[in-house]
């Protein structure tokens, strides 16, 4: 049984790390990229991001862990090219003051 924990403390601490990296991601887009691209907005990604984070920290709920899996997937696989291509693949524009 020890090797099946491993396995489970090893999936849950890569879907935190995602969702860290994700909310990192989605906080440090500009708030116009979000508007261009027609994906919601900032707002919004940095709620459910940081809701998925604080899941994944304090609720050992595998469905509500999954839900936020789909969020995360989510935000890598549309959201985030989406700004990266309204964006000219920069995060933040340097010569805005």
């Not at 935190?16 to 440090?28: E, N, P």
């Not at 985030?80 to 309204?86: D, E, F, K, S, W």
Request: net charge positive; aromatic share 12%; hydrophobic share 60%.
């Amino acid at each position: 049984m020890t090797a099946f924990g491993d396995v489970m403390w090893l999936i849950y601490t890569a879907m935190l790390v995602l969702a860290v990296v994700a909310f990192a991601l989605a906080l440090l887009f500009r708030e116009d990229a979000y508007r261009a691209a027609d994906k919601k907005n900032k707002g919004f990604w940095l709620i459910i991001l940081g809701v998925t984070v604080a899941v994944n920290l304090l609720v050992p709920m595998l469905f509500l862990q999954l839900a936020g899996l789909v969020a995360t997937i989510v935000f890598f696989v549309d959201v985030r090219p989406a700004l990266q291509r309204v964006s000219g693949g920069r995060i933040w524009n340097r010569n805005r003051r």
